[in-house]
């Protein structure tokens, strides 16, 4: 169990969204603001570490044949009790969100874990990779969520600051809104910001690794 070498994994070498190319419909869809951003960050982060606990736990009793199915039943109690806290007391991003908090069932971050890692490892490895991840997740969504809404709507933090109720409030006001790159809130918008994001990541990664084999 070593903690910097799954942060590292988590947020660069590794990264679910930017390396492993998992979670993208979330990823696309939901990274309009900061709050919905955050919330699905969160909520991902939190689901992904419970499920890997439990699945480590039960990796030894859990027969071969039927391993998927019984991830993605311990993955549907977490994202069931999650969507539920949601409703009950975050209701404003339990309806931004829709959808996408039901289908964190599917989604193949948490599935891939589970049979790539937590089936593999001891509980206190797959908790740091369940968070780890979790965060390298989060973090992608907060930059999508940041540059689509501030250079698209010209706000920032839409959902949580500027006034009004959690959920409702417009954001800061940056840049002038007939100054937005409105194509950016729009669903290309996601697949331009996402790409030059996994474009950057790939450029770094190469660049790193050729400094390695240079060294030696």
């Known amino acids: 169990m070593n903690f910097s070498k799954q942060l590292k994994e988590g947020l660069i070498t590794q990264n679910p969204v930017l390396v492993q190319l ?12 900061f709050f919905n951003g955050l919330g699905m960050g969160i909520s991902v982060t939190v689901i992904l570490t419970l499920s890997n606990i439990f699945i480590s736990l039960l990796r030894k009793i859990i027969p071969n044949e039927v391993r998927i199915a019984c991830y993605i039943v311990v993955i549907a109690g977490f994202v069931t009790c999650v969507d539920l806290i949601l409703k009950a007391f975050v209701p404003a991003l339990s309806n931004s969100l829709g959808v996408f908090i039901p289908l964190i069932v ?5 599935l891939g874990r589970a049979e790539a890692f937590a089936s593999k490892n001891g509980v206190g490895a797959a908790t740091l990779d369940g968070i780890c991840q979790g965060i390298g997740y989060t973090i992608v969504l907060i930059i999508m969520c940041v540059f689509r809404e501030l250079l698209g709507a010209g706000t920032f933090g839409g959902g949580l600051l500027g006034g009004g109720e959690l959920g409702a409030a417009p954001g800061l006001r940056i840049i002038p809104e007939q100054f937005g790159i409105k194509i950016l809130t729009m669903p290309v918008g996601g ?10 990541m790939q450029w770094a990664l190469s660049k790193s690794e050729k400094k390695k084999k240079e060294a030696k």
Do not use: E
């Open 22 to 33: 998992l979670g993208m419909c979330s990823t696309l869809a939901i990274t309009t603001s």
């Open 106 to 110: 599917v989604n193949c971050i948490i």
């Open 191 to 200: 697949f331009l910001t996402l790409g030059a994001l996994i474009a950057a």
